[in-house]
């Protein structure tokens, strides 16, 4: 009975991996077309041999990367705060 437990419970996460799988393979199609402004400012930088464009396309890239991360920590720091207090007053 315990085996075809851990069997189920093993679909299940197969199951979901696939789906998971299939799905990013779905999205992946898209992504190409997120950012139609920086493949048009790119572009047409290319044809005018503009070096500040690119620095500034790759300082944009730099920024929209970073600001998940910082809304993610400083809402782990609102979750966590008490523990974090815990951990250092020990």
């Known amino acids: ?8 419970c093993w679909v299940k996460v197969v199951n979901r991996i696939i789906v ?27 044809d005018h041999v503009d070096q500040g464009i690119g620095a500034s ?7 929209l990367m970073v600001l998940p991360y910082i809304l993610l920590a400083t809402v782990a720091l609102v979750f966590f705060r008490k523990k974090i207090q815990a951990f250092f007053t020990a």
């Open 1 to 8: 009975m315990y085996e075809l437990f851990n069997y189920i």
């Open 20 to 46: 998971s799988i299939l799905l990013i393979l779905c999205i992946q199609g898209t992504s190409w077309a997120q950012c139609a402004m920086c493949r048009a400012t790119a572009e047409s930088a290319s």
């Open 57 to 63: 396309l790759n300082s944009g890239i730099v920024y």
